[in-house]
């Protein structure tokens, strides 16, 4: 399994099948696991959703994957913020891939927000006419820059945005890998995935 107990710090609110991860809560809460494992170079960490449950009529809880720094602690309130202070995280990691869908509409909305050369995070959106309950997200670094896409099916992915090419220090730094959820404004949220990382 890509993360287990063994392998990652978690909140609560994370649970783990056999090599699945579920992330619920019904009380505004984020939900959050961070590999113990640091990766040099290139990586490749991919989520394939499984489930999806539907909580109101407006908007879900959102999927975020993220690389961040080797020195950073689980307990760093800044992986912890929810939907109000959101930009503060993607502004703070090394990049991220977040989903957004709503209830009644057949749309998924992605933004990457990546390092860029100057160090500054940059945001990037892209999406389709589908609804992520049983798609794909994929975050990569490779030869040293962010990339980022999706995918209804697992056979063909469409990049979110362009590459991102990291500074000069965040090209090959070790990395922690993260999955994240926030609520979206939504009190309610469960999702299962599996997720792989390649390397």
């Known amino acids: 399994a ?14 783990f099948g056999d ?9 505004n809460e984020v939900s959050l696991l961070l590999s113990h494992g640091t990766f040099e170079n290139d990586v490749v960490l991919t989520i394939e959703m499984l489930s999806r449950d539907t909580f109101g009529t ?3 809880g959102g999927l975020a994957l993220f690389f961040t720094t080797a020195d950073t602690d689980f307990a760093d309130p800044t992986l912890h913020v929810n939907t109000n202070a959101y930009n503060s995280f993607d502004q703070y990691v090394v990049g991220t891939l977040k989903d957004k869908v709503h209830a009644t509409i057949d749309h998924t ?15 990037q959106n ?12 994929r975050l990569e670094r490779r030869n040293g820059s962010i990339f980022a ?6 056979s063909s992915f469409q990049p979110v945005g362009s590459a991102v ?20 404004w ?3 949220y469960k999702m299962t995935f599996r997720p792989t990382i390649e390397e």
């Not at 090599?19 to 009380?27: A, F, H, L, Y």
Request: net charge negative; proline share 2%; with cysteine.
């Open 2 to 15: 890509a993360f287990d107990d063994a392998s990652c710090d978690r909140s609560d609110t994370v649970s």
């Open 19 to 27: 090599g699945t991860v579920t992330m619920e809560s019904s009380s």
């Open 58 to 60: 407006g908007y879900q």
């Open 109 to 123: 909305w992605m933004t990457l927000h990546s390092k860029d050369l100057s160090g500054t995070s940059v945001a």
């Open 126 to 137: 892209g999406g389709d006419s589908y609804k992520n309950t049983g798609g794909f997200l």
């Open 149 to 154: 896409s999706h995918s209804p099916n697992g």
């Open 165 to 184: 090419e990291l500074p000069d220090g965040l090209k090959s730094v070790k990395l922690r890998i993260g999955i994240r959820v926030s609520n979206n």
């Open 186 to 188: 939504n009190s309610s």
